[in-house]
């Protein structure tokens, strides 16, 4: 990492939109940092300069500044000032798979397979896939790398009629590019998003401290037919990753 002081280049603000000016300071300041124009470990002007240069106010800036403070993207440090933390994969609550999203994003992935077999499907997983008691299913988990660090701890489980595969298939492709190419296409799911602190073993598996904060999404997935495709059980790192929901008045 580099602690070089960098000037935030003027953006341009829309100051007759309803949109916050802090949030429109935020946002654009994010997307420099997403883009690499300002790196990981920059330091970034201070409050007074930076409100000069964007030609806001004080404390619209420092408003900007702990916007990007909560979510995780920079970091104040007694003696330092403000600094670039590693930006979180921000994700669409959308019908896709992680591995598409990190490829869409230019967060370079990789995928290390740390199960794969044919079990019979857990009780508490059947009734989502439609499956009766002891029907077999291809149980998979997968460490997910986004940008060369650890990233998700993922659990899916798929009925065996709907896709055969290799751990060379899974390290080199998402889960749902693989059902497309089988000509399974995810249309229709159920999510569940959720929190929780981790285990030792998880926490060593993902690079945390135990008891670090995880994000929590199961899925189920259905093709247009209603055929149940994969149920899914993944965990985040909290301080990498993001959900996004993006609302609308009906």
């Known amino acids: 990492m580099t602690s070089d002081l960098t000037p935030v280049r003027p953006v341009h603000l829309d100051r007759s939109s309803p949109v916050p000016l802090y949030y429109q300071v935020a946002t654009r300041l994010q997307e420099l940092i997403e883009k ?16 000069e240069r964007l030609g806001v106010s004080r404390p619209t800036t420092r408003r ?14 007694r003696g330092v000032g403000t600094q670039v ?11 896709s798979s992680l591995y598409d999203d990190l490829v869409a994003g230019d ?4 995928t290390e397979v740390l199960d794969l077999r ?32 650890p990233l998700a701890l993922m659990h899916n489980a798929i009925p065996v009629d709907v896709l055969s595969v290799t751990e060379a298939d899974l390290a080199a492709n998402g889960l ?3 059902l497309r190419r089988a000509g399974h296409v995810p249309r229709i799911a159920t999510q569940v998003i959720g929190a929780r602190s981790a285990t030792a073993a998880e926490a060593r598996t993902l690079a945390e401290k135990r008891g670090a904060s995880l994000l929590t999404m199961t899925r189920t997935a259905w093709d ?14 909290a301080s990498r990753y993001s959900f996004e929901l993006n609302l609308s008045a009906g």
């Open 36 to 51: 690499g124009e300002i790196g990981v470990g920059a330091r970034i002007e201070n409050e007074v300069d930076l409100a």
């Open 64 to 77: 900007a500044i702990q916007y990007l403070v909560e979510r995780g993207m920079l970091v104040r440090k």
């Open 85 to 95: 933390v590693h930006p979180k994969v921000r994700r669409p609550v959308e019908l």
């Open 107 to 110: 967060r370079a992935p990789r």
């Open 118 to 149: 044919v079990i019979p499907v857990p009780d508490a997983i059947a009734a989502s896939l439609s499956l009766a008691p002891g029907a077999e299913v291809t149980w998979i988990e997968r460490l997910r790398y986004a940008g060369g660090e």
């Open 176 to 178: 749902y590019e693989l």
């Open 224 to 237: 247009a037919s209603g055929k149940a495709l994969e149920y899914g059980s993944h965990l985040y790192r």
